[in-house]
T-cell receptor, first 113, second 112 residues
């Protein structure tokens, strides 16, 4: 059984650029959720994907968008990067409704300069 | 009011003591509650889940849930230095599509 994998592990981008982060879900999990975690804060819910459709969204602007693929892997895209987007981006996979909890990937550390 | 609230700490306890971590949540209809441990620079790791009122024990960890008071806690008995981490409370919020919402986390330091 494979866990949740995220790529890349670290990324440095310039303000105004665009970035794509990738996530492969744990075997058997069909739901993927993305979180942003700023330093010293708890994870903030960005959005969730289930069956390739967005299944809920937190308080993030439209420049944060995502996709889920038929194999349940997912992408997070952020356009027009701002300095405040610097954070750890966490992907979590689960069964529907989070039954038995979420399993997190190791995260992508994004730095916007 | 935030969806999930925790005391940010830091909380320091001596080795061998009991550490008590608390969490309150806003959605009275929430049904699923989780505690995650996060070491510095790492991703959160699930350590406990609880769904019914009362206590649930797993080794040195006990989760306690009181839905009437909208309160969930985590007790760590015989605390070890390796328990030093940030503990995150997560609640599956029924009114928000059953997505998980996290508190800001409580930083715990166990002093040898």
């Amino acid at each position: 059984e494979t866990g949740v994998t995220q790529s890349p592990t670290h990324l440095i981008k310039t303000r105004g650029q665009q970035v794509t982060l990738r996530c492969s879900s744990q075997s058997g999990h069909n739901t993927v959720s993305w979180y942003q975690q700023a330093l010293g804060q708890g994870p903030q819910f960005i959005f969730q994907y289930y069956r390739e459709e967005e299944n809920g969204r937190g308080n993030f602007p439209p420049r944060f968008s995502g996709l889920q693929f038929p194999n349940y892997s997912s992408e997070l895209n952020v356009n027009a990067l701002e300095l405040d987007d610097s954070a750890l981006y966490l992907c979590a996979s689960s069964l529907p409704d989070g039954l038995y909890g979420y399993t997190f990937g190791s995260g992508t550390r994004l730095t916007v300069v | 009011q935030k969806e999930v609230e925790q005391n940010s700490g830091p909380l320091s306890v001596p080795e061998g003591a009991i550490a008590s971590l608390n969490c309150t949540y806003s959605d009275r209809g929430s049904q699923s509650f989780f505690w995650y441990r996060q070491y510095s620079g790492k991703s959160p790791e699930l350590i406990m889940s609880i769904y019914s009122n009362g206590d649930k024990e797993d080794g040195r960890f006990t989760a306690q849930l009181n839905k009437a008071s909208q309160y969930v806690s985590l007790l760590i008995r015989d605390s070890q230095p390796s328990d030093s981490a940030t503990y995150l409370c997560a609640v599956s919020m029924r009114l928000l599509g059953n997505q998980f919402y996290f508190g800001t986390g409580t930083s715990l330091t166990v002093i040898p």
